[in-house]
């Protein structure tokens, strides 16, 4: 009982925040998701990965051994789902990101703060900056095609990757006044990714509903299998371990929609995927999370 309780109140004001989101269209108040979602990627998120890489503690073997054990999940998830894709005939360029990268922004970020506190943050958000650059390299090629190194490096959030490592590494610290700042702005980032993730949910307009409901549940035992087999390899603590799959383990992101959209890909099947693998992880997440707490 206890238990339960305890998912019900870190799960909640994810889900809640997103309702507000969802609500806000339904009752047909203006939302402008592109500038608020450029406003989080382009500022409140990278101010977020900056901050956090910089002041985060973590050991560095223990840091090191979450960004292998990340990269090695991936890897792990891509060969499986794209064999799936080889194997059921589904068009690449459609599916496999989608099936490989989740939500680790919008749900995995809010869900390791309230599950595991600021430890659990600054961990989901080494997992969360490996899956950005990730994404927004081979990703993109994944979906596009090809891809720019020079317009990688121009993401805000791979930049902030890039330097909130080396002022890890380097052991730097920017003055209060701007650490401050950059936090008030980071503070930002998780209510509105949540909000923008429930509009951009109800926005949707899904097809092929069966097959989203297929493929997203198989995304689910995909990611939770290979994220729990690596954090076991690795032998990770608690925190990284439950962090580590709870991330790979989110469901598809509104991202994978808007770049099928801008890369000529089946749009409406990925939305259909968004909408139903998010529904799915309402049941999933807590399921999840009450296993590795």
Same mark, same amino acid.
């Given at each position: ?42 500022? *409140? ?9 910089? /002041? ?26 794209? *064999? ?74 791979? *930049? @902030? ?25 980071? /503070? ?13 949910? @109800?926005?949707?307009?899904? /097809? ?86």
């Amino acid at each position: 009982m206890n238990l339960t309780l305890t998912v019900l109140e870190i799960t909640a004001p994810v889900f809640l925040l997103a309702a507000v989101g969802f609500a806000w269209v339904t009752f047909g108040i203006e939302y402008r998701i592109q500038f608020v979602t450029r406003m989080a990627m382009t500022l *409140a998120v990278p101010c977020l990965i900056f901050v956090s890489l910089m /002041q985060t503690e973590m050991d560095p073997t223990a840091l090191t051994q979450l960004s292998l054990a990340t990269i090695l999940a991936y890897v792990g998830v891509t060969a499986v789902t794209w *064999a799936l894709t080889l194997g059921l005939g589904l068009d690449r360029r459609t599916y496999l990101a989608p099936l490989i990268f989740g939500n680790t922004g919008n749900l995995g970020l809010p869900l390791a703060l309230f599950a595991f506190g600021d430890v659990g943050l600054s961990n989901a958000i080494v997992v969360f900056a490996i899956m950005a650059v990730l994404s927004f390299t081979f990703g993109i090629w994944l979906v596009s095609g090809s891809g720019s190194p020079s317009k990688v490096l121009g993401e805000p959030m791979v *930049a @902030a990757t890039l330097l909130g490592a080396l002022f890890l590494w380097q052991g730097w610290e920017t003055p209060t006044f701007v650490t401050n700042t950059l936090s008030l702005i980071g /503070q930002m980032a998780i209510p509105l990714m949540l909000i923008t993730l429930g509009v951009a949910v @109800a926005r949707l307009t899904p /097809q092929g509903i069966l097959r989203a409901a297929a493929l997203s549940f198989v995304k689910l035992l995909i990611c939770t299998g290979i994220a729990w087999v690596t954090a076991r390899y690795f032998t990770l603590d608690r925190v990284a371990f439950g962090v580590l799959v709870l991330q790979i383990a989110t469901p598809v992101a509104v991202t994978s929609y808007l770049l099928a959209e801008k890369y000529g890909a089946d749009a409406d099947s990925v939305a259909g995927l968004v909408v139903v693998s998010t529904l799915m992880s309402v049941g999933a997440l807590p399921l999840i999370l009450a296993l590795v707490l």
